[in-house]
């Protein structure tokens, strides 16, 4: 971003710039003054009272780790205090404890996940939640994946694999002999295993890839009838060489992450069957939901939790009534295609013909889907209504239809540590927002190594662009319950020490110094969870997966390389949300009432070889829908279309019937190669809702809201790990608006202040205008009736200026310098204004500064903390490491200056605040009053309102990680990791300005 003394551009308020696409260069648009008294209490039952102070059922939440039942009520009771009064919406309560190396000191017999003493502590939280107007939501087990400890991994309701094994047979040749025995053992916990088919096929190297063995299909056998006693003898034909493959079934015995949890172990349980769901409902039942707990769950409200679906087995994945299910489902039997799905360690281990295992494949994981949506998803959402719950879960591990999960659960959770782009979130948005649900969750802030070194910074940098996607809750990783047994200051911490190093980020809460600022951060993100939880949503394209997986960061062909750096939004859809209510057409929009999806694009399934598939009944629905109005962009060769899966001559006959008529509608365009493809929606006349005058990094979301269009907007990056780093951008932006007379507003996510913007240009229903924001920074823009969200209403905006910035001032159109002079203003009404500005001081860069700092130290024990003051005067800013004193110090520090500004200082004059670089948070203080909270992305604050004329008193206060003093308090840990930078390094400087009216 251009600094105040920059020739090409000037300088707004929180770092937002916007000027109007006819404005000269280096022109701007600042937020304006804020909103006065009256207006604000006229406000409080608006949607700019609603964003200034939004309620706490959207505010973000936090992971809440418990070592099992280990846990003092008194003390949880303290800790839902904490979680409350740093401004957030409540706690995830999770047995959670990888640091603990012997789980012994746990005595999971007595104070195990679901014995009485962790119900107790349940009871505690739910009350004292009930007390301060949070919520409490409930793992579903310990750990994950979900288990419990009345089974073993034999018992039907266990998770099951199928194993195999496999002997080599000459042409000719007779194997006689046990039959073969899995390639991998069984895990020791498992007593049972048998075979449930033997089969012999003929070795086809020309079906043999890189890691499979070819096969021919034709050539399958089943042998299963010829064992006896666990023998078989069989000869093999004379045309080739033939293996025997065995298929045993058994339990997988995988317990939950860092156990054990209880006593008996809790084995987890089969995600497919309807025993392995009653097994987790029946133990609830039995030992968690009490009488107290159930009557704390009518009062307090809660959610059922459940983690991602990682399954791990060593082989494939399986559930005992898979074969029957799937001849009910498929029309046939799997069994003679099983050794095309059989799996090693997560490994293919045979094919047949290449089509031929595709289209196998896809209807065995098809299947698996069905009944883990079925059996799983759908049976615990309508359990936990049953007793009073709703049903939150990551519906991704297993290779499912996380969309239609999505779309079943009351709330789809993704996660950034293991979502590889954008699109993984927009695929788990597309399933929530066809069923016409509100919020999507995500755990957010887990980084490996982050341990006491993560910055809240960071922290947002990660979620910007989330919530570009989708995302509109945060569920923060996380909060750390005080203490465990033989744990180290500052007290346990659920992932540190990982496997004797530094581990996941991070444990929150008064013991990390950045506590002192949280509420800020609270604050932004319940600001961002209103604006992006109201109305509904906006979204203009809808890409079609025949293949619903999350979790694969696998995009959309243009949309995800070149839509959205133009402005396109999209999301991900499935064949069954096509069976939701929602999925209807109207206004030529697919799901009118929500997400409002302007057209469809379909190309081939990217799971499968890019093959132009679709099901019949989808292509049905397609054609029903462009009849209705909606535009469809297909992308490919669909003149030989087939079913996905095993299909049909005849059902290939019929899709392809139905494609041709699909293809020859007028509000469907057929295109061949992905550059065509932006062409086609043009001559559909789909444009996006958002456009930018170039390529850029800027994510947008859409929201309408009670006649208001919301965009939210994010200077962010498509994934972690993309290179290179996102820049700062500074261009026009045109917004779509629904009501004619809308004009714009900026709505501030760290204050709550909400602005109308003075300068833009308007064309029909677009309103354009410059945004210039820093890395991973943040802005709201509203478009909605004049004088709806606040001041100026009725009032002239400006189209141009020469001016620094132009804004509304106490209703007034203001221009706004850094230097004295004459500046002309283009108004809307095309007249042109000239403006005087008075003398502006030059910026001042604060020469002396004192430094007193809170040094947390470990204390008598592993929750105490002592605190040593150091006091120091700075001449020049530096990192805490460079100053002796302050090397190995974590804490807060706070700088202080003196600046002295000229008589007369009059209210036309102002200065914002610069303070350059900060590690990690800061606040505030002019001249004994507080200023509202800081932009801790871009740290540059208007202090006009509290400046005077003569000696001004600056007070920047800074809290950093733990990171510094853990380095050398417990280096066996943390003595590997590098000093950060702390504390306020700048260059801080006080830039003023002053304005004049324009009309």
Request: glycine share 10%; hydrophobic share 40%.
């Amino acid at each position: 971003m251009k600094t105040p003394s920059s020739p090409a551009g000037g300088f707004s308020r929180r770092g937002f710039l916007l000027t109007a696409g006819t404005a000269a260069a280096g022109t701007a648009l600042a937020w304006g003054s804020p909103l006065g008294e009256t207006d604000a209490r006229a406000a409080v039952s608006t949607t700019a009272g609603r964003f200034a102070r939004p309620d706490v059922s959207v505010a973000p939440k936090f992971r809440w780790w418990w070592p099992d039942g280990n846990v003092d009520p008194a003390e949880i009771r303290r800790e839902v205090d904490q979680i409350a009064d740093a401004g957030f919406a409540g706690a995830e309560i999770a047995a959670v404890h990888h640091s603990i190396s012997d789980k012994s000191v746990l005595d999971p017999a007595g104070h195990g996940w679901g014995t009485p003493a962790w119900v107790d502590a349940v009871e505690a939280a739910l009350d004292q939640a009930h007390r301060r107007g949070v919520t409490i939501d409930l793992t579903i087990g310990p750990s994950w994946p979900a288990a419990v400890p009345t089974i073993t991994p034999d018992d039907t309701a266990a998770v099951k694999e199928l194993a195999y094994g496999s002997v080599t047979v000459a042409a000719g040749a007779t194997y006689t002999g046990p039959v073969p025995a899995p390639v991998v053992a069984a895990a020791s916990a498992v007593k049972v295993q048998q075979p449930i088919l033997v089969q012999a096929a003929r070795i086809d190297p020309a079906n043999s890839t890189r890691k499979e063995t070819g096969l021919d299909l034709s050539s399958v056998q089943d042998l299963t009838s010829k064992v006896r006693d666990g023998q078989i003898s069989w000869t093999a034909p004379s045309d080739g060489s033939w293996v025997i493959i065995s298929h045993w079934e058994r339990g997988s015995a995988q317990t939950p992450e860092s156990g054990p949890h209880t006593s008996p172990a809790a084995y987890v349980v089969d995600h497919f069957s309807a025993a392995g769901t009653k097994a987790v409902t029946g133990f609830w039942e039995s030992h968690i939901l009490t009488p107290d707990v159930r009557r704390l769950i009518a009062k307090a409200g809660a959610t059922l939790f459940e983690d991602s679906i990682e399954i791990e087995t060593k082989a494939l994945m399986w559930t005992p009534d898979l074969p029957a299910e799937f001849a009910r489902r498929k029309g046939y039997s799997v069994l003679p295609y099983l050794p095309a799905i059989t799996q090693n360690n997560g490994n293919q281990v045979f094919a047949y013909e290449a089509a031929a295992t595709r289209r196998i494949r896809y209807d065995f994981w098809d299947v698996v889907s069905q009944l883990f949506n079925e059996n799983h998803i759908t049976a615990l959402r309508k359990w936990a209504h049953s007793v009073g719950l709703e049903m939150r879960c990551q519906p991704y591990g297993a290779p499912t239809d996380a969309i239609a999960s999505a779309a079943i659960l009351d709330v789809p959770e993704g996660e950034s540590i293991g979502f590889h782009n954008l699109d993984d979130w927009r695929s788990l948005a597309g399933g929530r927002d066809m069923a016409g649900r509100t919020v999507l969750s995500g755990e957010m802030g887990a980084y490996t190594g982050g341990a006491y070194n993560t910055t809240w910074k960071k922290f947002l940098l990660t979620a910007g662009g989330a919530y570009a996607a989708g995302l509109n809750r945060s569920v923060i990783h996380g909060f750390s319950y005080a203490s465990a047994p033989g744990v180290k200051w500052p007290g346990f911490a659920a992932f540190t020490p990982y496997g004797g190093n530094i581990g996941y980020a991070e444990s929150w809460g008064p013991r990390q110094p950045t506590w002192r600022h949280v509420q800020d951060i609270s604050g932004y993100l319940s600001r961002l969870h209103q604006v992006l939880q109201s109305g509904t949503p906006r979204i203009d394209v809808a890409i079609f997966r025949q293949t619903g997986y999350s979790k694969t960061g696998i995009g959309a062909s243009w949309f995800t390389a070149s839509g959205i750096p133009l402005g396109w939004t999209h999301q991900f859809i499935s064949a069954p949300l096509l069976d939701l209510p929602n999925a209807k057409v109207r206004g030529g929009r697919l799901a009118p009432d929500g997400p409002a999806y302007k057209a469809v694009f379909v190309e081939g399934d990217h799971f499968y070889n890019m093959d132009c598939t679709l099901q019949v009944g989808v292509a049905e629905k397609l054609l029903k829908f462009t009849r209705a109005g909606l535009p469809i962009v297909l992308l490919g060769d669909w003149s030989a279309a087939t079913v996905p899966g095993r299909g049909s001559d005849a059902e290939n006959a019929r899709l392809r019937s139905v494609l041709a008529d699909l293809v020859a509608q007028p509000k469907v365009k057929v295109v061949a190669a992905t550059t065509d493809v932006p062409a086609a929606l043009a001559a559909l006349g789909v444009t996006p809702d958002v456009t930018y005058a170039q390529s850029s990094t800027l994510l947008n979301f859409h929201r309408y809201d009670d006649g208001a269009d919301y965009y939210y907007l994010c200077n962010g990056k498509h994934a972690e790990t993309v290179k290179p780093p996102v820049a700062a951008i500074d261009h026009l932006v045109s917004f779509g608006r629904t009501r004619a007379n809308a004009v714009p507003y900026l709505l501030d996510p760290w204050t709550g202040e909400v602005r109308r913007i003075a300068l833009y240009t308007e064309d029909g229903d677009k309103v354009t205008a410059r945004v210039t924001l820093q890395p991973g920074e943040v802005m709201i823009v509203a478009l909605a009736s004049p004088g709806s969200l606040g001041d100026a209403a009725g009032r002239t905006h400006a189209t141009s200026t020469e001016a620094a910035e132009v804004l509304f001032a106490d209703g007034r159109l203001t221009a706004r310098a850094t230097a004295a002079g004459t500046y002309a203003t283009t108004l809307a009404t095309g007249r042109t204004v000239r403006t005087e500005i008075p003398d502006v001081p030059a910026p001042i860069t604060p020469e002396n500064w004192r430094l007193e700092v809170e040094d947390l130290r470990p204390g008598a024990s592993a929750t105490e903390t002592e605190t040593v003051v150091h006091r120091l005067t700075l001449g020049t800013l530096q990192p805490w490491p460079d100053i002796p004193e302050l090397a190995d110090v974590s804490g807060i520090g706070r700088y202080t200056t003196t600046v002295d500004l000229p008589r007369p200082w009059t209210s036309a004059h102002g200065a914002y605040l610069e303070l350059g670089q900060v590690f990690d948070t800061c606040r505030v203080t002019v001249n004994g009053k507080r200023v509202p909270a800081v932009d801790q992305i871009n740290p540059v604050v208007d202090v006009g309102p509290y400046l005077r004329g003569g000696a001004n008193t600056i007070t920047i206060e800074v809290a950093t990680t733990l990171n510094n003093r853990l380095r050398v308090s417990d280096p066996a840990v943390y003595g590997a990791a590098s000093r950060q930078a702390y504390g306020l390094v700048g260059p801080v400087r006080l830039v003023p300005y002053a304005q004049a009216v324009i009309a």
